[in-house]
């Protein structure tokens, strides 16, 4: 399997229909739909937002967030100076990594099981995402 977003893990996969604990940490197993990749640039962040599906079940909304921030040391260093350059080399491999995710794609992600109070339905926040 192919680390996409975080870390590796082996947790067994919880079947989508058998959802139904609100802040548990789940591991769900589908295909990807929906992707839309947006940038906060307030944030210094891009938001992916996709749903994960099987043949036998609703999809789940699913979405990532992938920080391009750049931590200031103190704010006179002279190591700071190329803060911008940093900002735009770190939103260009982030850019990079979460281009790597494809429709059609089967993965595994392991995340916390919420509700979304935005779009007002229950979401899984990915930590990780595997590519099996």
Not at 53 to 72: E, G, I, M
Not at 104 to 117: K, Q
Request: charged share 25%.
């Amino acid at each position: 399997m192919n680390v996409m977003i975080g870390r590796c893990f082996k947790e067994p996969t919880t079947k989508i229909n058998s959802l139904n604990e609100e802040g548990s940490l789940v591991v769900i197993q589908g295909q990807i739909s929906c992707l839309e990749i947006l940038d906060l640039q307030d944030l210094q962040a891009f938001l992916l937002t996709f749903r994960i599906t099987t043949d036998d079940t609703a999809p789940v909304f699913c979405k990532a967030y992938l920080s391009y921030t750049v931590r200031l040391k103190n704010p006179g260093d002279k190591s700071n100076e190329n803060a911008n350059a940093l900002k735009a080399e770190n939103r260009k491999k982030v850019l990079r990594k979460a281009s790597r995710l494809k429709e059609g794609m089967i993965a595994m992600v392991r995340g916390e099981y919420t509700f979304d109070t935005v779009i007002k339905e229950m979401t899984v926040t990915v930590r990780d995402l595997m590519e099996v």
